[in-house]
C-alpha cells in the first residue's frame, strides 16, 4: 500500500512547512533557514519549505494527500494546494503538536501566546467555548483536554480588543510583549526579558498587572500599559536596575498567572499530564515552576512550541482527520531538518579552502576537539540533520568550555554580540544532571526549563551559571544526540566535567542551516574551529573584529561576500545616489494587479566609485575581492563604505595567515 502524506503549512512569522509520511515526521523546517531572515513570514508563498520537505523525502507535490494549512490570510492573491487543503485556527493547531509530539496518550493541553486566530476563523466547536463570540476577537488562551487521539475545546480566553491601537494588550502573554517594544524597540525580544528579570526584584510599585479570576481566568488591569508607558524607553544602561526590576515583575506575574490556569486546567480535566504550547511557553522559567509547583505530575513542554510549531500540528491534525488515526505514542527528535551528503560537504569547504580561507582539513576526533575545547577553542559544530525550532540542540552549535566567566565575556564580545544579562546553556550527560544541577524537569532535551546550579558547581560552571544561580539546562541523551553525547564525553574525560557550553550557530542572523552557511558563519566571525560533519576545519585568515584595521595592512585584506545584493542608483534632490540593498527578505507579492516588491532590510547608500566597481565585478556570496587587486582600498571614501558593509554583514574582511590553497592541487579526502 502506497504511503500516506500529510503536509502542514504556517504562513504567518516563523512561517514554516512540515511533511507526514503514515503519520510520521519526515521533515520539517522554519522559513528563515532558508532566507536568512528571522521570523521570516509567509506572505510571498511557501514555495522554498515546500520544496524542501519534498525533496529531502524524494517525491512530487501530487503525492501528498492533504494539507493543512494555518494563517491562510498571509498567502493574498494566491491558490494553494485546493481541492486537497484544509485550513485551522492558530491554537488548534499548537494544540494539536504539543499534544502529538507528547507521546501521552491523554493529557490536558494549555496554549498561551500573544495572539491567535480571529474567531470568525475557527470551527463551531471552539467558538462554543469562548467568553467572548464577536468575530474580531482574538484567541488569547485555549484549554484542552486530548484523550483516545482526540482533542476537545474545554474553554477560550479572548481579546475583546482583536482590532485598533489596543490590540494585544489584555491577554496573560501581553506584559511580555510589551516590555519587549518598550525595552528593546521591537517584537521577539522576549528571551531578553526573561534574562534581564534575573537582575532585579518584583517591586510592589509596579501593582497588580495580572490578577487570579473566576473559573482560571486571569484579570489584565486596565491601566497598565499606561503606568508602564512612563517610563523611558531603550535605555538599559542608563535605567539597567529599573528595567530589571520592572521585567521581575512581570515574569513574577506571569508566573503566578500559569499557576492560576494550571490548578483551573487540572481541577477540570482531572489529568496527571500537561501540554504547554504557544510562544509563552518558551518561557523557561515559567515552565520550570509550573512543572515545579503546579498540579500535574508531569509537563511536556515542545522542542519548538513557538509559531514555527504551527506546521506540525497542522500535519497532525491532517494525519487525523485523513486517516482517523492516533498520533504514534512515541516522541520524534528534535532533527527534523535534511543530512546533507559527503559530496556537498566537501565541495563546500573545496570552495573556501581554493579562496584561502580555510586549512587543510583534517579527520574529526571527538577526544581531540574535546582537548581543544579545555584549552579554550570556540567550536562551531555541524552534524547531521538541522534542529527544528529556535534553540540549536548539538546540530547546529557553537560550543565552549563552561568552567571560567571569561568564556561567557568572550562569546558575548567577540562571537555572538549579545547583551552580558543573557545566559548561554549548559549541555549536560542526562545521567549525570542531577549531580550538577538540583529540579531537573525529565525530559528537557531541547532546554524547555531551568534548573539551580548546585552551589558545588557554580565555581566550575561559571559560564553556564546565570546570576541568580540558574541555568537552562540541555540533558543530553546517548541514544537521541549520539554525537553531542560523545563530544562532552571526551570533555568530561580530559576535564572532570560532563557538560558544554552550547549556544546556536549563528551571527546576527537564523541559526545556519547548510554546510554553506556553516563555513560563511565560521569564516565570517571569531570562532576557532569548525567540526563539519566529519571534517575539523581551521581558520587560514584571521577575522576582524575592529575598525579601522591598520592602514598597514589594508592592501593584504580580503572581502569574503556573504549576502546576495542588488545594485541602484536614482535622483534624489538633484543628486544623484548610488546605494547597495540586500536581497535576502525581498518579498514579491501581487496586488491588483500590480507587483509590488518590498524588502526587509534597509538600504546601504555607497559612494559612485564602489558601485561602479561592484557591476564590475559581480561578486556573489562565497567568492572573496582582495582588495588591493581591485582598488576596494584606494581611497578613505572606499574604505569607509567596505567598512558599512561589513557592519551590515553583507561581507566582512579577513587577514589571511597562509598562502592560498593553490599548492594543495593534490589534497585528498578520507574521513
Not at 494546494?81 to 485551522?88: A, C, D, K, V
Not at 482590532?163 to 519587549?180: E, H, I, K, N, Q
Not at 563530544?487 to 560532563?498: D, E, N, S
Request: proline share 5%.
Amino acid at each position: 500500500m502506497a504511503p500516506t502524506y500529510v503536509l502542514g503549512l504556517h504562513t504567518s512569522h516563523d512561517a514554516s512547512a512540515c511533511l507526514l509520511r503514515d503519520g510520521q515526521i519526515r521533515f520539517a523546517i522554519e522559513r528563515e533557514r532558508l532566507t536568512r531572515c528571522k521570523h521570516e513570514n509567509g506572505r510571498g508563498g511557501l514555495s522554498d519549505v515546500v520544496n524542501y520537505v519534498l525533496q529531502a523525502e524524494g517525491i512530487p507535490l501530487e503525492r501528498i494527500d492533504r494539507v493543512v494549512v494555518c494563517d491562510i490570510g498571509n498567502l493574498r492573491g494566491s491558490v494553494v494546494f485546493s481541492p486537497r487543503e484544509t485550513r485551522i485556527g492558530h491554537h488548534l493547531a499548537h494544540a494539536w503538536a504539543a499534544a502529538a509530539l507528547s507521546g501521552f496518550a491523554q493529557a490536558a493541553v494549555l496554549v498561551v501566546d500573544g495572539e491567535g486566530s480571529f474567531l470568525r476563523e475557527l470551527g463551531d466547536a471552539e467558538r462554543d467555548v469562548c467568553c467572548d463570540r464577536s468575530d474580531y476577537a482574538l484567541e488569547k488562551e485555549s484549554a484542552y483536554v486530548f484523550r483516545d487521539g482526540c482533542l476537545q475545546p474545554l474553554k477560550k480566553w479572548v481579546s475583546a480588543r482583536g482590532r485598533g491601537p489596543f490590540s494585544g494588550t489584555d491577554g496573560v502573554a501581553a506584559p511580555y510583549w510589551f516590555l519587549s517594544q518598550l525595552l528593546f524597540g521591537r517584537d521577539q525580544q522576549e528571551s531578553k526579558v526573561m534574562g534581564l528579570a534575573a537582575l532585579g526584584r518584583s517591586d510592589p510599585r509596579y501593582g497588580a498587572i495580572l490578577g487570579p479570576a473566576a473559573d482560571g481566568s486571569v484579570a489584565v488591569s486596565r491601566d497598565w500599559i499606561f503606568r508602564l508607558s512612563d517610563l523611558a524607553a531603550g535605555d538599559i544602561g542608563t535605567h539597567q536596575q529599573e528595567y530589571a526590576n520592572l521585567a521581575a515583575t512581570v515574569q513574577l506575574q506571569f508566573e503566578e498567572a500559569l499557576l492560576h490556569i494550571a490548578h483551573w486546567l487540572h481541577a477540570t480535566t482531572a489529568q496527571s499530564r500537561l501540554c504547554f504550547a504557544g510562544g509563552a511557553a518558551l518561557n523557561c522559567v515559567a515552565a520550570a515552576r509550573l512543572a515545579r509547583e503546579g498540579p500535574f505530575a508531569e509537563v511536556f513542554v515542545p522542542f519548538g512550541p513557538g509559531d514555527s510549531s504551527i506546521a506540525v500540528g497542522c500535519a497532525y491534525y491532517g494525519w487525523h482527520t485523513l486517516a482517523e488515526a492516533k498520533p504514534n505514542l512515541s516522541r520524534p527528535t528534535p532533527f527534523l531538518g535534511m543530512r546533507y551528503s559527503p559530496a556537498r560537504i566537501e565541495a563546500a569547504i573545496a570552495s573556501y579552502r581554493a579562496q584561502g580561507l580555510v586549512a587543510p582539513a583534517e579527520s574529526y576526533d571527538a577526544p581531540r576537539v574535546a582537548s581543544a575545547i579545555a584549552e579554550g577553542a570556540v567550536v562551531g559544530f555541524f552534524q547531521g540533520a538541522s534542529e527544528f525550532g529556535p534553540r540549536a540542540l548539538g546540530h547546529r552549535s557553537i560550543l565552549a568550555d563552561p568552567r571560567t566567566a571569561a568564556t561567557k565575556d568572550r562569546l558575548n564580545a567577540r562571537v555572538k554580540y549579545r547583551e552580558f544579562f543573557r545566559p548561554f546553556a549548559p549541555a549536560v550527560l542526562e545521567e549525570e544532571a542531577h549531580a550538577w544541577f538540583e529540579d531537573v524537569v525529565p525530559g528537557g532535551e531541547a532546554m524547555q526549563f531551568i534548573a539551580r546550579v548546585r552551589g558545588c558547581a557554580q565555581d566550575r560552571l561559571a559560564a553556564v551559571t546565570h546570576v541568580d544561580g540558574t541555568a537552562r539546562v540541555q540533558l543530553v541523551n546517548r541514544q537521541r544526540n549520539p554525537e553531542l553525547y560523545d563530544l562532552i564525553a571526551a570533555f568530561r574525560a580530559v576535564t572532570g566535567v560532563p557538560v558544554l557550553l552550547n549556544t546556536s550557530l549563528n551571527v546576527s542572523e537564523p541559526i545556519v542551516e547548510t554546510p554553506e552557511d556553516a563555513l560563511k558563519t565560521f569564516v565570517c566571525s571569531s570562532i576557532d574551529t569548525l567540526v563539519l560533519h566529519n571534517w575539523v576545519l581551521t581558520r587560514a585568515a584571521q577575522y576582524l573584529t575592529a575598525f579601522p584595521p591598520d592602514s598597514r595592512t589594508w592592501d593584504r585584506l580580503v572581502l569574503v561576500w556573504h549576502e546576495p545584493f542588488e545594485l541602484g542608483a536614482e535622483e534624489d534632490d538633484g543628486r544623484r545616489r548610488y546605494w547597495l540593498q540586500r536581497s535576502r527578505g525581498r518579498e514579491e507579492l501581487i496586488d491588483d494587479g500590480y507587483r509590488i516588491r518590498s524588502y526587509r532590510h534597509d538600504p546601504i547608500d555607497i559612494p559612485e566609485q564602489l558601485h561602479a566597481l561592484l557591476l564590475a565585478q559581480s561578486p556573489r556570496p562565497g567568492l572573496v575581492t582582495r582588495l588591493s587587486e581591485n582598488g576596494f582600498a584606494r581611497t578613505p571614501v572606499l574604505r569607509a563604505a567596505v567598512e558599512r558593509l561589513c557592519t551590515a554583514r553583507i561581507a566582512s574582511l579577513t587577514l589571511p595567515l597562509m598562502a592560498t590553497a593553490s599548492d594543495d592541487a593534490n589534497e585528498t579526502w578520507s574521513a
